[in-house]
């Protein structure tokens, strides 16, 4: 299969969205990710969890393409985005031209506006982003990914600054989006919650490798009381060296 990029980023096999065999990126001389190895299946949804620092940014910038300082071996599709917390967008650009941006060819608004449909902003094709507000910006940028029909989508903490509501609605909306596109897509997050909501499998990053790594094999629409759901989450909580309260003891009967 033909490539894109240069150096040590090239396009991966098809039923494989991404192969990373001993990938190491360092700053100042401190590897942050460390002879790292991982493989994403074609259409897998994966959360990547892992401590502040640990390197979860570092690792989706490498395979979005935008660090290539690296040793090690990196496998992606051609056609993959990526969306971050902050969606930004160019003031200075209405929405659809926003949702184009660096795309090649002629901007061609209806194309844009599909996208927009898409994610619920089709009457906001001719806003300025100023006038958006945070979920729509986020959608938005949702939309910008779209329009590049990603095999691989990357989403670095895209429902980190929205409050609880806009959130529930915007995660919603990814696992729609996924199960319609089937592309793999990558989710970094810091919710335990959000992970296995969404994912197919979750991975926890720790001193530079993927240190844990277990399938969420669990019918959606998922429901937060499940003892499946609740013995994964407590796993996943242990791995993130974060400790549970104990269960309280249950009232004396009087
Ligand atoms: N451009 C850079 N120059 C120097 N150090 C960097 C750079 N980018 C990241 N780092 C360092 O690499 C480490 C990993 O950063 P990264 O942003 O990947 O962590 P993260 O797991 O995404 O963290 P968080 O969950 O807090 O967003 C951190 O110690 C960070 O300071």
Same mark, same amino acid.
């Given at each position: 299969m033909a490539t894109d990029l240069h150096g040590p980023v090239s396009t991966a096999p098809r039923t494989t969205a991404v192969q990373v065999e001993g990938l190491t990126r360092s700053f100042d001389g401190r590897p942050?990710? =460390?002879r790292l190895d991982l493989t994403l299946r074609a259409g897998e949804f994966t959360a990547l969890l892992g401590r502040s620092g640990c390197g979860k940014s570092t690792l989706l910038r490498v395979l979005a393409g935008l660090d290539r300082d690296i040793a090690g071996t990196v496998l992606v599709p051609k056609r993959r985005a990526v969306a971050f917390?902050? +969606?930004?967008?160019?003031?200075?650009?209405r929405v659809w031209r926003n949702v184009l941006l $660096?795309? +090649? $060819?002629k901007a061609d608004r209806a194309v844009a506006e599909r996208a927009l449909e898409e994610v619920g902003l089709g009457h906001r094709a $001719?806003?300025? +982003?100023?006038?958006?507000?945070g979920g729509e910006a986020q959608r938005a940028s949702l939309a910008r990914a779209l329009v590049r029909e990603p095999d691989l989508l990357l989403l670095d903490e +895209?429902? $980190?600054?929205? =409050?609880a509501l806009t959130r529930l609605k915007a995660q919603r909306l990814v696992a729609e989006l996924w199960q319609r596109r089937g592309c793999a897509v990558l989710l970094v997050t810091h919710d335990v919650d959000e992970a296995l909501l969404l994912a197919d499998r979750a991975l926890v990053m720790r001193d530079g490798v993927v240190a844990y790594d277990t399938p969420v094999a669990l019918e959606r629409p998922r429901t937060p009381g499940d003892p499946e759901l609740a013995e994964l989450r407590s796993r996943l909580l242990t791995e993130l060296g974060v400790d549970e309260p104990a269960p309280r003891p249950a009232p004396a009967a009087a």
């Amino acid at each position: 299969m033909a490539t894109d990029l240069h150096g040590p980023v090239s396009t991966a096999p098809r039923t494989t969205a991404v192969q990373v065999e001993g990938l190491t990126r360092s700053f100042d001389g401190r590897p942050v990710i =460390d002879r790292l190895d991982l493989t994403l299946r074609a259409g897998e949804f994966t959360a990547l969890l892992g401590r502040s620092g640990c390197g979860k940014s570092t690792l989706l910038r490498v395979l979005a393409g935008l660090d290539r300082d690296i040793a090690g071996t990196v496998l992606v599709p051609k056609r993959r985005a990526v969306a971050f917390q902050a +969606p930004r967008l160019m003031p200075w650009k209405r929405v659809w031209r926003n949702v184009l941006l $660096g795309l +090649p $060819g002629k901007a061609d608004r209806a194309v844009a506006e599909r996208a927009l449909e898409e994610v619920g902003l089709g009457h906001r094709a $001719g806003a300025w +982003p100023k006038t958006l507000s945070g979920g729509e910006a986020q959608r938005a940028s949702l939309a910008r990914a779209l329009v590049r029909e990603p095999d691989l989508l990357l989403l670095d903490e +895209p429902f $980190g600054a929205l =409050d609880a509501l806009t959130r529930l609605k915007a995660q919603r909306l990814v696992a729609e989006l996924w199960q319609r596109r089937g592309c793999a897509v990558l989710l970094v997050t810091h919710d335990v919650d959000e992970a296995l909501l969404l994912a197919d499998r979750a991975l926890v990053m720790r001193d530079g490798v993927v240190a844990y790594d277990t399938p969420v094999a669990l019918e959606r629409p998922r429901t937060p009381g499940d003892p499946e759901l609740a013995e994964l989450r407590s796993r996943l909580l242990t791995e993130l060296g974060v400790d549970e309260p104990a269960p309280r003891p249950a009232p004396a009967a009087a």
